[in-house]
Nanobody
Framework: QVQLVESGGGSVQAGGSLRLSCAAS????????MGWFRQAPGKEREAVAG???????KYSDSVKGRFAISKDNAKNTLYLQMNSLKPEDTAMYYC????????????????????WGQGTQVTVSS
């Protein structure tokens, strides 16, 4: 059973930074794609970033150049470094992991992931 636990969320002023972590258990992160999604109240869940088993990454246009996804395979931990935060980044952030091997290149497709964390809240004030 795969379990994903996010941490690192909080409140920050616009322009500030946060580093989110996702600790995976029952999982080998080196073999599969992982990613971050977010959902604001009243909006659909949207992709933020993805990373594959080789470290290749993809980013949504809205965060490109500001966020960086990475993972530590030895620790089975996924990270999202969030810089230059904007109020529109305010959302619940979810860690996602594929354990079926459907993803080869880093993916921003929701259905490529079959495991999800509980979310961590990020609030950016103006």
């Amino acid at each position: 059973q795969v379990q994903l636990v996010e941490s690192g969320g909080g409140s920050v002023q616009a322009g500030g930074s946060l580093r989110l972590s996702c600790a995976a258990s029952g999982y080998t992160s080196s073999r599969y794609c992982m990613g971050w999604f977010r959902q604001a109240p009243g909006k659909e869940r949207e992709a933020v970033a993805g990373i594959n088993s080789h470290g290749a990454t993809k980013y949504s246009d809205s965060v490109k150049g500001r966020f960086a996804i990475s993972k530590d395979n030895a620790k089975n931990t996924l990270y999202l470094q969030m810089n230059s935060l904007k109020p529109e980044d305010t959302a619940m952030y979810y860690c996602a992991a594929d354990s079926r091997g459907f993803c080869v290149f880093a993916s921003l497709i929701r259905n490529d992931y079959n495991n999800w964390g509980q979310g961590t809240q990020v609030t950016v004030s103006s």
